[in-house]
Structure formats: structure tokens, C-alpha cells
């Protein structure tokens, strides 16, 4: 891997919830405080970004002096839980604005958290939210297919796709029947 301009950001990966949900392996490369954390999917690959869509279907108010939304996105297999909040103004201030249910387009990182009793729990820190259409959530299913089925294809054979063997014990059976059953959501 090459080491990150200044100025370049890294992909927004796609990923779908039932994957994203069973993520529980962060790292950061370096100790440097700027460096990014990063997750590794159950199907191998390093991720600091994603990109969802999905159908809003509930948002939040919470706090009292640190406002922030909370808010559930379902894709066709699953449900992410979203946060947004005062460190990023401007997707806390589209997610004010967006009325549920509705289809959405979310970038936002990956956050991993342990409780007390060891239960991982997963959600995308929102840097940007927008309403869409139908149309853009089945692009994006079609996509995200497409990737996950890529980074099987190669599975074992990179070395995150080995982390994440080794931390999941990932069946790439599984993962395929996944998207299939994704696929079938979409109208084409």
C-alpha cells in the first residue's frame, strides 16, 4: 500500500448491513493520532469509508446540548444505524431536514464500539447524507454486489482477506448467498 497524500481521501467502500453488522476488527496502521482507523469486512477488505443506500427509516433527536440524530438505513439485507452530529454540521443538518421513509445515499466511517460485557456495536458516523431515488438504491445494490463478489473471488489470497479469515472465519458461501438474496430486492 502506498502510503496517503494530504490530500487524498480513501475510497468509500461499498458494503452491504448483514456484512457491515458482523464487523468487529479495527486497527490504525501507525501510531500517529492523524492516522485513520480502519475496519476489515468479513469478505477482506480495509475500509475507513463507506458508502450505503437505503430506505431512512427512522431518525432521532437526542441530546440537549450536544445535539445529534441517530437513524436507521435498511438495504435489502439489513439494517445500519446511523449517527450524525455537531462534528459534522452539514450531514446533521440533512439528516434534520429528511423526512422518513425515504431512499438515501450516506459516506460516512465506520464506528466499532465494545460494551462493558464484550457486545460489538457497529454504526457509520455520517460526513454526508442525501435523498435519492429507487433507481440509485438498485445502482447501488447492483454495485455493491459486484464488490463483494469481486473481493470473494480473491478471498484467501490478499493479506486483509487472511485478517479477516483468520478474526471471522468468513465462509464465502455465506457472503454469496447474501448478495443473491440482495439481488432478488432489485427492479429492474
Known amino acids: 500500500m502506498k502510503p496517503q497524500s494530504a490530500f487524498e481521501r480513501e475510497p468509500a467502500r461499498r458494503v452491504f448491513a448483514s456484512e457491515f453488522r458482523e464487523t468487529r476488527y479495527q486497527f490504525k496502521e501507525s501510531d500517529d493520532e492523524k492516522s485513520p482507523n480502519y475496519v476489515i469486512f468479513p469478505t477482506g477488505i480495509r475500509s475507513n469509508r463507506i458508502f450505503i443506500v437505503g430506505t431512512l427509516t427512522e431518525k432521532q ?11 436507521r438505513v435498511v438495504d435489502p439485507t439489513g439494517t445500519f444505524f446511523i449517527m450524525a452530529g455537531s462534528y459534522r454540521p452539514e450531514a446533521m443538518q440533512q439528516l434534520a431536514r429528511i423526512e422518513p421513509p425515504a431512499f438515501v445515499a450516506v459516506v460516512g466511517k465506520p ?20 435523498v435519492v431515488d429507487r433507481e440509485t438504491r438498485d445502482l447501488w445494490v447492483l454495485d455493491t454486489a459486484r464488490e463483494t463478489l469481486d ?3 480473491v478471498f484467501g489470497t490478499t493479506e486483509d482477506s487472511r485478517k479477516a479469515q483468520e478474526e471471522y472465519g ?9 448478495v443473491y438474496d440482495a439481488l432478488t430486492q432489485v427492479q429492474l
Request: with cysteine.
Open 61 to 71: 433527536r437526542q441530546g440537549d446540548q450536544n445535539i445529534f440524530y441517530r437513524g
Open 111 to 130: 464506528n466499532l464500539y465494545t460494551t462493558p460485557d464484550g457486545t460489538c456495536l457497529v454504526s457509520v458516523s455520517a460526513e454526508s447524507i442525501s
Open 151 to 153: 473481493r470473494l473471488d
Open 170 to 178: 468468513t465462509q464465502p458461501d455465506i457472503y454469496r448467498k447474501i
